[in-house]
C-alpha cells in the first residue's frame, strides 16, 4: 500500500473528503441578522453613554468646590490665616472666584461648565453654602 493510499483510508481523510464544499462556516444571513443584533443594540445604549464625560466633569467641579471649602476651614482652624487653594484644570468648565481662604461670609468660589445642560455650582468658602444656577444634574431648588 503506497503513502497515497494509505492517507486516503484514514478515517480523518474520509471525513474530510465526505464533506460537501460550503457545509462549515456562517451562511450571509446568519451574518447580516447578527450585524442587525449589534446595530440595534448601539442605538439602545448610545443614548446612556453620551452625556456620562458631562457627568464625570460636572461632579470633578463640585468635588474641588467642597475639597477646597474643607481646605480653608482646616486652615482657619489651625489658625492659618494667609492659606489659599489652586484651582485644577478640569476638561468641560472653569473655576472662578477667590482661592484664599476668607474671613467672612460672601466669598463664592464657581464652577462653570462648558455646557449649557449643566448648572453653574457655587460654594460659599467661609460658610459652606452650596447653590447653583441652571436645571438638572442634582440642581433643585437653587441647591445641590
Not at 474530510?16 to 444571513?29: D, M, T, V, Y
Not at 453613554?49 to 466633569?57: E, I, R, Y
Not at 466669598?107 to 462648558?114: F, V
Request: hydrophobic fraction near 40%; glycine fraction near 10%; charge should be positive.
Amino acid at each position: 500500500m503506497s503513502l497515497l493510499q494509505a492517507y486516503l483510508h484514514n478515517p480523518r481523510t474520509r471525513l474530510a473528503l465526505s464533506r460537501k464544499p460550503g457545509e462549515k462556516g456562517f451562511s450571509l444571513i446568519e451574518l447580516v441578522v447578527v450585524i442587525a443584533v449589534l446595530a440595534v443594540l448601539v442605538v439602545i445604549a448610545l443614548p446612556n453613554f453620551q452625556g456620562v464625560t458631562d457627568d464625570a466633569a460636572a461632579s470633578a467641579g463640585k468635588k474641588y468646590l467642597v475639597d477646597a471649602f474643607t481646605e480653608c476651614t482646616v486652615a482657619r482652624t489651625r489658625g492659618i490665616t494667609n492659606f489659599s487653594v489652586t484651582p485644577p484644570t478640569i476638561n468641560g468648565g472653569t473655576i472662578s472666584g477667590s482661592t484664599s481662604c476668607p474671613t467672612g461670609s460672601g466669598n463664592l468660589l464657581t464652577y462653570t461648565p462648558n455646557l449649557a445642560s449643566i448648572p453653574t455650582f457655587r460654594i460659599d468658602m467661609y460658610l459652606g453654602t452650596k447653590t447653583c444656577t441652571g436645571t438638572g444634574y442634582n440642581c433643585i431648588a437653587g441647591k445641590w
